[in-house]
């Protein structure tokens, strides 16, 4: 029997950071940077070889984020099988990989459009960039929402998020209540899932190790998502004291859905990157 990690596939970069991705979702699963420090969290209960999403890394969700819409859950990308269609180490000394998803007649059952998916990831050092593009290849307009459902490796019971003072939100575990953060630090102490409206500076992840910073490019919100104690104790392929080790931090387009017309391509990413030392102490 092969384990989990067997049945991904790496690329690693001459400096030695390393990226693991699974051709099944499209998801990039696990990202460890020189110093051989795991920054993204992948649950050791997820099957990669059964046909459900992986709980874990960054999940790709398309055409339709949550219940935001009537399509299932978060939609079928992040559970179709992709194509590799390139894995390399560039000139630079960058690792890079390039996965594709292309409609097909699963795909049409559920959303009768066509279109084409291209998911990027480039890594270098302590940095990883992932980008996705979303091309229109059918004769009719689509809408659509999407997300990058990264999981960050963090102690989350000490965790803090800085870098969304001010920004309008809806809280998905209120009632959708919807408000504006108030504090600077956005505390991880219990269930959260807020959807971030407008996000337009860096965002910034801190807890017991490094600080790591979300930057991201055409992506106009951030969705923050920790299930706590109870909801991670319903869920299957998550442990029940799973909910400690990561904060998901999703660069997204959930508010307004993106309209794309026939032959167009709409194209956002999602720059991760370790920090050094802290932006500045907390307060």
């Known amino acids: 029997m092969h384990s989990n990690v067997d049945s991904l596939s790496s690329v690693t970069a001459p400096d030695g950071a390393r990226i693991r991705f699974s051709a099944r979702g499209g998801q990039i699963c696990s990202w460890v940077t020189p110093d051989g420090i795991e920054r993204l969290y992948s649950s050791p209960l997820a099957d990669l070889r059964a046909t459900s999403a992986i709980r874990g890394g960054i999940p790709v969700i398309f055409p339709q984020f949550a219940h935001e819409g009537p399509l299932p859950k978060h939609g079928f990308a992040r559970s179709s099988p992709w194509r590799v269609s390139s894995s390399a180490i560039l000139s630079c000394g960058s690792g890079s990989v390039e996965l594709r998803l292309s409609d097909d007649p699963y795909t049409r059952s559920i959303w009768p459009h066509s279109f084409e998916l291209v998911l990027r990831a480039r890594f270098k050092g302590s940095e990883l960039t992932t980008s996705l593009a979303v091309i229109n290849t059918g004769d009719h307009p689509f809408d659509f929402t999407c ?56 965002v910034e992840l801190r807890g017991d190790t490094l600080p790591i910073q979300v930057r991201q490019e055409s992506f106009p919100d951030v969705v923050v998502w920790n299930p706590w104690k109870e909801l991670s104790r319903r869920l299957a392929d998550l442990p029940d004291e799973g909910y400690r080790h990561f904060v998901c931090i999703e660069s997204a387009a959930v508010e307004r859905p993106v309209c794309l017309s026939p032959g167009d391509e709409w194209l956002a990413s999602q720059h991760l990157s370790v920090l050094s030392s802290p932006l500045g102490a907390l307060p």
């Not at 209120?174 to 504006?180: A, N, T, Y």
Request: net charge positive; aromatic share 8%.
């Open 147 to 202: 997300a990058l459902h990264t999981y960050l490796a963090a102690n989350a019971p000490q965790a803090v998020i800085r870098g969304l003072q001010g920004i309008r939100y809806l809280d998905s575990a209120d009632q959708r209540r919807r408000d504006i953060q108030r504090e600077e630090l956005l505390r991880i102490d219990r269930e959260v899932d807020r959807f971030f409206f407008g996000v337009t500076t860096p």
